[in-house]
């Protein structure tokens, strides 16, 4: 499944089991080898909501959150009958979220999510060396300043604005922020771009998966860095473009995601 381009191999474990799902994630979302993806999901039975999810990156390490993923759950859930309610609710490492569904001809075409409330607390973002928030102010990445704002909504992020982004070297950029010690948990680094008002441009490399077509929580870091930093308003909804497509966010109390979320093929994984 995949939403905005962000594309997740989804495993129902209501009735069975993945024993070792860092590995498996790293055999199946290799693009030569296995079917190819950013990583997996594991869709669960939960106490508290009505599913759980795990995610896994496609290096195996284990996610958070992740706001396109939880949409492509959420589309799973209600489309195969294991929830019947357009207000639903997902477990994640990252606390319980609450969804909303909209329906075309009885399945699920878009999702709001209700990412939560961001912290740009540096200890929880987490981040070392920093007793402020970060917000537009400057780090050094191997000898070079840049000014970022750091938060997390979910996952830690990093968001630099750019005057093009489509001329940066996101491999060559990217994965010194990560290695810099200033994130001791790793980091999802959003290049931006200001289009107009109220509309973003981005690219994201993400701390397990590399650069991706798209971010859920990225695009919210994303906003939020936005409106932080006075290039965008609160209380209005802010698109975000991405390569795989476009997600809407409204910051308001808390940060709404939404976007769509699409089932791409389905199938029987037989050897592991």
Known sequence: MQGCGNSYIYVDCFNQSVNNPAAFARKVSDVHTGIGADGLILILPSFTADARMRIFNADGSEGAMCGNGIRCVAKYLYDNHLVRSTHIKIETASGIRALTLQLVAGQVKKVMVDMGAP??????????????????????????????????????????????????????????????????????????????????????????SGETFGCGSGSCAAAVAAIATSRALRNTDITVQQPGGTVTVRYTDTVLLIGDACTVCSGTIEDY
């Open 119 to 208: 912290c740009f607390e540096p200890g929880r973002v987490p981040m070392v060396g920093f007793l402020r928030p970060v917000i537009n102010s400057q780090i050094t990445v191997q000898g070079y300043p840049y000014t970022v704002t750091a938060l997390n909504i979910g996952n830690p992020h990093c968001v630099l604005f750019c005057k093009d982004v489509d001329k940066l070297n996101l491999e060559r950029l990217a994965p010194a922020f990560g290695r810099s010690g200033i994130f001791p948990q790793g980091v999802n680094v959003e290049f931006v771009q200001v289009l107009a008002q109220g509309k973003l441009k981005m690219r994201v490399f993400e701390r397990g």
